[in-house]
């Protein structure tokens, strides 16, 4: 099987197990591997979840680690342009915000943007028309992301010319 029909079979085996409220499941990656596009099809569709497995990073979004295949929690996005790294592998992303953690991102991009453009985040709680906007002065990286209600966020991800999505999950604190 050729590898455009693997990366074909994964997407469309994905979509088909998805329902609105996200599976719970994580996606898992076959050796841990780092090509964008089979780590994008594992996990696009797959919808929400708010607990994030530690699992290998793609090979571009270890710098600063130590050691850098060390597995984190993370989202791809559904470009591979970008990954969303979480600091707490089983704490959700909480609304209200809580007391005792941030919701913290690390957001990573494989392509980067003029220096100092902003991460420009637009997110949608979906099921509603609720929008919320946020901005990372100085582009992707550490960032604290607070939404206002809790449910499955469509993120959309703009930095320089580049753009991205994924989704995220946060839950009522």
Same mark, same amino acid.
């Given at each position: 099987m050729t590898r455009i029909a693997l990366v074909v079979l994964l997407g469309v085996s994905t979509l088909a197990g998805c329902t609105a409220g996200g599976s719970g499941a994580s996606p898992t990656s076959a050796g841990g591997t780092t090509d964008a596009r089979v780590s994008t099809s594992e996990s696009a569709g797959l919808g929400c979840r708010s607990d994030y497995t530690p699992r290998a990073l793609p =090979? +571009?979004? =270890?710098? *600063?680690?130590? !050691? !850098? =295949?060390? !597995?984190? @929690?993370? $989202?791809? *996005?559904?470009? *591979?342009? /970008? $990954?969303? /790294?979480? &600091?707490?592998?089983?704490?959700?992303? $909480? $609304?209200p915000p809580a007391a005792n953690q941030n919701n913290k991102i690390l957001w990573v991009p494989r392509v980067s943007s003029p220096v100092g453009a902003p991460l420009e985040i637009h997110a949608t709680l979906n099921g509603t028309g609720e929008t919320a906007t946020r901005t990372v002065d100085g582009g992707p990286g550490p960032s604290i992301?607070?939404?206002?209600? @809790? *449910?499955? +966020?469509? /993120?959309?991800?703009? &930095?320089?010319?580049?753009?991205?999505?994924l989704e995220l999950e946060y839950v009522a604190g």
């Open positions: =090979t +571009w979004a =270890t710098a *600063g680690f130590n !050691p !850098p =295949t060390q !597995p984190m @929690p993370h $989202v791809l *996005g559904d470009s *591979g342009d /970008i $990954v969303a /790294i979480l &600091w707490a592998a089983h704490d959700p992303l $909480v $609304v992301i607070d939404l206002p209600s @809790p *449910g499955c +966020w469509s /993120i959309g991800l703009t &930095w320089g010319d580049h753009h991205d999505h």
